[in-house]
């Protein structure tokens, strides 16, 4: 039987840690805090009258606790040993919790941890406190998206010039508008990661939605690569620095996915034939 309950840690440097299969079992009520986040409502008393007037809605920051019970006593040494080697508050973390089979993460950093020196032959337990600046919890696909895609294909008989025999040949229908419609059916806007990966010259690419846009400018050859964040409001070509490139009219925050549908696009003074535009994005849910 598929485990309700598992949590995959994730450490920064890359090493794994898993509770609720192997050496650690979760226990009935060890885990809280992926239900619902922590959230805060605002008011100003009003001058004249009762009651007061809503100023404000805010998604707060999420505790998640997991407390765990060692499984075979034999082991407890190692099994104690590993797990206060690997929760070191020093590192970051990516909090993976399975539940129902449905599988969200968090950012998260150690903020409390138990692993009392008690009876050796009798199971431990294993407390964990995980800090989640983000409120919400993320999607595991990111929903990646090429706007300049190749859809289905189509086929047709070719009849060769040469030969006996006509040759079926297949092709695909690329998306000339450099448009495609983004569904983001999670419980809040999100912010997308775009790719562009250039295939010739382009000059002064574009991402925009709706009248608002991201726009560099800069030449770009064959092998050059552009991450933008919309995000944390970041610009990389091939790796380094590249926002002090950016019009002064372009908007990040503007760029969020809404719920529902958002129509993405992508554009270029120059060459926007040589560019591969590949989108990203978690959607955002409350819990799980």
Not at 140 to 158: L, M, Q, Y
Not at 165 to 192: H, L, M, R
Not at 225 to 231: G, K, L, M, Q, T
Not at 257 to 276: H, K, R, T, W, Y
Request: hydrophobic share 35%; glycine share 10%; charged share 20%.
């Amino acid at each position: 039987m598929a485990n309700l309950v598992l949590i995959n840690v994730k450490r920064s440097d890359g090493k794994n840690f898993i509770l609720g299969t192997g050496d650690w079992k979760i226990l009935s009520d060890g885990l809280k805090g992926i239900d619902f986040p922590n959230f805060s409502v605002y008011s100003d008393k009003n001058g004249v009258g009762d009651g007061a007037l809503l100023s404000g809605k805010r998604i707060n920051d999420r505790d998640v606790q997991v407390k765990c019970r060692s499984v075979d006593p034999k082991n407890n040494a190692s099994v104690r040993a590993a797990a206060i080697s690997f929760f070191n508050p020093k590192y970051s973390f990516e909090l993976y919790v399975t539940y129902q089979g449905v599988t969200r993460w968090a950012e998260a950093e150690i903020q409390g941890f138990s692993c009392p020196s008690e009876n050796i032959h009798r199971p431990m337990t294993l407390t964990i406190k995980f800090y989640c600046k983000g409120g919400f919890l993320k999607s595991v696909d990111n929903f990646g998206k090429d706007i300049a895609s190749v859809s289905a294909g189509f086929g047709f008989p070719f009849i060769a010039t040469k030969g006996p025999k006509s040759i079926p040949v297949y092709a695909g229908i690329f998306n000339y508008n450099q448009e495609v419609v983004v569904t983001n059916d999670g419980d809040a806007p999100t912010y997308p990661r775009v790719t562009i990966n250039f295939k010739g010259h382009v000059r002064n690419p574009r991402i925009y939605k709706d009248d608002n846009f991201v726009r560099i400018l800069d030449n770009f050859v064959d092998g050059d690569s552009v991450v933008i964040d919309f995000e944390n409001c970041t610009i990389h070509k091939n790796g380094v620095n590249w926002i002090h490139y950016i019009d002064r009219s372009s908007t990040f925050t503007e760029m969020e996915l809404a719920v529902g549908d958002s129509l993405i696009g992508f554009s270029a003074d120059d060459g926007d034939a040589n560019m591969s535009v590949y989108l990203y994005f978690n959607k955002l849910y409350l819990g799980l």
